[in-house]
């Protein structure tokens, strides 16, 4: 995988989802990526295995133990049974000028929606709020142990220094992403090619272990990036009516199947886009087309699972959309590469990476009667 992608995507949003087989190194590049930007024994990062028994949001925001007291004292408060997560999240609050990284390890192996509910909707929000107790009509802070410091708040307001990080396999253990949550991330997938595996034979059995720490002032200069981007604040792309008009298009095609996307991934899809001109090592030459066939992969197409009867039409359309960059004329006859099983594809795709994945999935579609972008 391009690393470029992932640090522009969790630029432009903090919410990154590393999908693809198990073995492939989403986990670890997450933790290594943290790792160098925080320091190897840093507590500005957490890597939280998701457990099956995720059923609320318990298990990321704490809860109140009403069983264990602040103290002897006969009024005295409750304990907040804190978790790793709200930890990590009051730290942040705490350091605001610098990163922090929460790494969800599996995140799917239990029902997402149950348990990280709160998260989604804050992210969305302007006050950012997750509610954490309402003792004392939230106005007590609680400690997090008998004896200890009153520090958790009724509220705590989602940090913007706060990146998530989820790592995603799929098999017979695991449930499946509604839209709700793909319309809220970036999804990275991970295959493992021919290429990659003459790799791993060449490093023989050399481990990564320690990484040797960025500067901090990188930590700093991300931060800031990531800030300017979802402020508005970055200079805005070359060629904006083009991109426009290339979301158009791709909006024209979904909405004749009634799978149209919103506002919302309008507005990030063009902030992955600064965000990518921004840091171009010459802004002079660079070329929105690959940027874009980025987020066609990363932002629309994930979301797509479904039935041959229902989506194989989409995907040709889609594919042949990506191959030429003009959306396909009413009534026109299907290519004969397209109609072909498999699918030939060419090699002068425009939106490269996009085109790839579509011609795969309309093989599985006709193989399997059924396709899932993450699968």
Known sequence: ?????????????????????????????????????????????????????????RSVLGFVNHLQKASAAPDSPPVYQSTPILNLILRAEEHPHKPHFLILDEMNL??????????????????????????????????????GEPKVEGKVCLPDNLFVIGTVNVDETTY???????????????????????????AGSSRVSDVTPADPSFGAGFLALSRNARGGTLPEIPSL?????ALKDVFQIMEAERLEFG??????ILRYLRVDYAVAESQEGWNWHPVFDD???????????????????????LAWYCEEATVPPKGAKVPERFQTNPVKPVDSAVFRRSYEKLCAMVDVVRRDQFVSFIQ
């Open 110 to 147: 239990s029902h997402v929606e149950r348990y990280f509910a709160d998260f989604l909707s804050a992210m969305e929000s302007q006050s950012g709020e997750l509610l954490l107790h309402t003792v004392g009509q939230g106005a007590t802070r609680l400690p997090t142990e008998a004896g």
């Open 295 to 317: 987020q066609i992969l990363q932002k629309i197409l994930p979301k797509l699972n479904g039935s041959k009867r229902r989506l194989e039409g989409l995907l040709v359309k």
């Open 263 to 268: 506002f919302r991934t309008v507005n990030e």
């Open 176 to 202: 499946m992403f509604s839209p709700k949550v793909l319309d809220r991330a970036n999804v990275l997938e991970f295959r493992t090619g021919i290429g990659g595996l003459e790799d791993f034979f060449d």
């Open 1 to 57: 995988m391009d690393h470029a992608r992932f640090l522009n995507s969790l630029a432009s949003k903090p919410f990154v989802i590393l999908t693809g087989n198990s073995g492939t190194g989403k986990t670890k590049l997450a933790e290594i990526f943290a790792r160098w930007i925080c320091g190897n024994d840093s507590l500005d990062y957490a890597l939280v295995p998701v457990g099956s028994d995720w059923s609320d949001n």
């Open 241 to 245: 009516d083009e991109v426009q008009a």
